[in-house]
């Protein structure tokens, strides 16, 4: 029974120290995601605790359950940083640099971690209590996770690293690995200063000055800070490219006459050129302050330098009315300002939802056409008072000015803008119906087109209702030619008439 007795103890301690093993692979397990995957703890392992030796920070012996533990292969090059990296997340009050004296850490869950130091030697040894079946399970279903998240980690094109509290890198992924390896920045630079802020920086990769522009991102833990880097060259060039290009449109867009005032997606002012201060007599600093559209045309309002809306309460509603337009390229008015100053307004659209207010000021154009007009209105009204039929064609035969006797005559309907409607061969059917075939109207045609000779000249022709008239045929300036009809009857009794009353004068 005694015996029997024996045998029992005996087998709960060898299953205790099956037990005691598995827990300290549990606890490690749990912490290497950034190393290989290595097999699951076996039975010739179990019991024992882990042993490490390290001669000037370089492992020279290592137990097997160190090796699974760490997650490295035995020919593999460890180094402190790799011990610190396996140890530290369950016993964080490891420093990240080699420890001067011996020191004894426990882990939260009753681990003990004792490391001891003899000059260049170091010894470590960490103690586990004991684990049960769900532990191991636990542990084997983690691996084949961490095996997933540390492939995702190390194919990550931009650089994640884990730094600890005391600044130093306990992980990190190969992009980072190769970008410190050639910027050869500290690591307080390569980390943001603030929690989750995002920060650009600038890395030189080579010594020669070539470049990479990165945004930091820093997530506080408890045991350090995770760090993210996103790779922006891209964004950066972009970036260059068009400041460079809205520099260059501003230069070029200063020297031209017109005003330009650009509103981007938002309706703010993005671009504005020197025409338009000028034109406006807005302030430079109201300008550069970036004032959204409404405010933009209040303010031109406000100035009088646009035209005053006849109804104030539905000004915002006239201002919508005027952005729809500009949006799809229908807006272009005239404006006329109670300083006598003319302006016209165009709107265009622009990529990205923006809009473009084009100010060009025809004062001198509209004053120019004012006069122009004047000009020829008393020209035209001068020349209603000359009794003859006068008519006048351009050297490509069309009809440009008549007067009203000469409309009388042929009953010709012609106003400004019928003028072009009007050509020699339409009044050569209507003089040839009025007076009968004749063989000067092929001259007359000839010498209206430029093809006989430009001489002044003149020929008698009957006018079926009003008799006799002399057509006279004179070139004038420009290649046009004045056709002149006198009533040759008419003159001789209107002539008569003007005798008389001028003998009713004298008699009174």
Not at 136 to 158: F, M, T
Not at 230 to 235: F, L, Y
Not at 279 to 288: E, G, N, V
């Given at each position: 029974m005694k015996k029997g007795k024996n045998i029992l103890e005996l087998t709960f301690s060898v299953l205790a120290a099956i037990l005691a093993g598995a827990?300290?692979?549990?606890?490690?397990?749990?912490?290497?995601?950034?190393?290989?995957?290595?097999?699951?703890l076996t039975k010739k392992e179990q019991g024992r605790s882990i042993r490490i030796v390290l001669m000037k920070g370089t492992v020279t012996d290592i137990s097997d359950l160190g090796l699974i533990a760490?997650?490295?292969?035995?020919?593999?090059?460890?180094?402190?940083?790799?011990?610190?990296?396996?140890?530290?997340?369950?016993?964080?009050?490891?420093?990240?640099?080699?420890?001067?004296?011996?020191?004894?850490?426990?882990?939260?869950?009753?681990?003990?971690?004792?490391?001891?130091?003899?000059n260049d030697l170091m010894q470590i040894e960490m103690r586990d209590a004991g684990a049960h079946?769900?532990?191991?399970?636990?542990?084997?279903?983690?691996?084949?996770?961490?095996?997933?998240?540390?492939?995702?980690?190390?194919?990550?094109?931009?650089?994640?690293?884990?730094?600890?509290?005391?600044?130093?890198v306990s992980w990190s992924n190969p992009a980072y690995q190769s970008l410190s390896s050639h910027s050869g920045l500290p690591v307080c630079i390569m980390q943001s200063s603030s929690p989750n802020e995002v920060r650009r920086i600038r890395v030189n990769e080579t010594e020669e000055g070539s470049r990479r522009w990165f945004d930091l991102r820093s997530v506080p833990h408890e045991n350090g800070t995770l760090n993210y880097a996103?790779?922006?060259?891209?964004?950066v060039q972009a970036e260059i490219a068009q400041r460079n290009f809205v520099q260059t449109l501003s230069k070029t867009f200063a020297h031209l006459p017109i005003g330009l005032a650009i509103f981007d997606r938002d309706r703010q002012?993005?671009?504005?050129?020197?025409?338009?201060?000028?034109?406006?007599?807005?302030?430079?600093?109201?300008?550069?302050?970036?004032?959204?559209?409404?405010?933009?045309?209040?303010?031109?309002?406000?100035?009088?330098?646009?035209?005053?809306?006849?109804?104030?309460?539905?000004w915002r509603e006239q201002l919508a009315v005027l952005v729809r337009a500009a949006c799809d390229d229908r807006y272009s008015e005239t404006w006329t300002l109670p300083s006598g100053l003319t302006y016209k307004v165009t709107g265009r659209p622009h990529p990205d939802g923006a809009i473009a207010f084009l100010i060009e000021?025809?004062?001198?154009?509209?004053?120019?056409?004012?006069?122009?007009?004047?000009?020829?209105?008393?020209?035209?009204a001068a020349l209603d008072t000359v009794d003859d039929a006068i008519a006048v064609f351009s050297h490509l035969g069309v009809l440009t000015m008549s007067n009203q006797a000469y409309r009388n005559s042929w009953g010709t309907d012609a106003t400004d803008a019928g003028f072009l409607d009007i050509n020699i061969v339409d009044e050569l059917r209507r003089w040839q119906a009025a007076?009968?075939?004749?063989?000067?109207?092929?001259?007359?045609?000839?010498?209206?087109?430029?093809?006989?000779?430009?001489?002044?000249?003149?020929?008698?022709?009957?006018?079926?209702?009003?008799?006799?008239?002399?057509?006279?045929?004179?070139?004038?300036?420009?290649?046009?030619?004045?056709?002149?009809?006198?009533?040759?009857?008419?003159?001789?009794?209107?002539?008569?008439?003007?005798?008389?009353?001028?003998?009713?004068?004298?008699?009174?």
């Open positions: 827990s300290i692979a549990v606890g490690l397990l749990l912490f290497s995601i950034s190393r290989p995957k290595t097999d699951v760490l997650g490295l292969a035995a020919d593999n090059d460890i180094k402190w940083r790799d011990v610190h990296t396996a140890l530290s997340a369950r016993f964080p009050e490891l420093l990240s640099t080699p420890p001067d004296a011996s020191v004894l850490l426990t882990s939260d869950d009753g681990a003990t971690l004792e490391i001891t130091v003899q079946a769900a532990d191991r399970h636990r542990v084997i279903r983690l691996q084949h996770e961490a095996e997933l998240l540390r492939a995702a980690l190390n194919s990550a094109p931009d650089p994640i690293w884990f730094a600890s509290k005391d600044g130093g996103t790779d922006v060259e891209s964004v002012l993005a671009l504005f050129n020197p025409a338009l201060i000028d034109l406006t007599a807005l302030p430079a600093q109201f300008m550069t302050s970036r004032p959204n559209l409404l405010t933009f045309f209040d303010t031109l309002r406000e100035a009088r330098m646009m035209p005053e809306p006849k109804n104030y309460s539905s000021d025809i004062s001198a154009e509209i004053s120019l056409t004012r006069r122009f007009r004047a000009e020829l209105s008393q020209s035209q007076c009968g075939p004749s063989p000067i109207w092929v001259e007359l045609r000839n010498q209206v087109m430029g093809e006989g000779n430009r001489t002044a000249w003149s020929a008698i022709i009957q006018h079926m209702r009003l008799g006799q008239y002399n057509c006279c045929i004179m070139p004038i300036i420009g290649g046009d030619t004045l056709l002149r009809f006198r009533c040759i009857e008419q003159s001789v009794g209107v002539m008569n008439e003007r005798v008389k009353d001028l003998k009713a004068v004298q008699v009174v």
